[in-house]
């Protein structure tokens, strides 16, 4: 039960740190591969609140695969995709269809029993 609530705080921080790197870039205009695109970046408070989510995950991922078996922590990060869905819809208004759900549900339900 530890590594279920420990993976998803850190499925929550992935997910938190893909949701500000989309506020950051729909923020910096047009993608580009210049020094130009890569200041505006680095000058995004959503692109500096994506880091901090990202190292954050990283610093709980280490203690979760110094902590568990990583035959059982590594299926974890896929609680991701989960939170990634729920986030569409909260901050993105995307629509989710019924099959994408039910994709959902069984990556849930492979998380439980891995976990077990």
Known sequence: MRLI?????QSILLC???VLLKFALNKAGTFSWTTGFLVRNLSNWWFLGCGLCYAAATV???YIVKN???SMAYPMISLSYV???IAAMLFFHEQ???VRWLGVLLIMGG???IAK
């Open 5 to 9: 609530l420990l993976s998803v705080i």
């Open 83 to 85: 939170f990634g869905m």
């Open 96 to 98: 989710i269809p019924l």
């Open 68 to 70: 568990f078996p990583f």
């Open 111 to 113: 998380c439980i029993l």
């Open 60 to 62: 709980l991922w280490m």
């Open 16 to 18: 938190g740190g893909q």
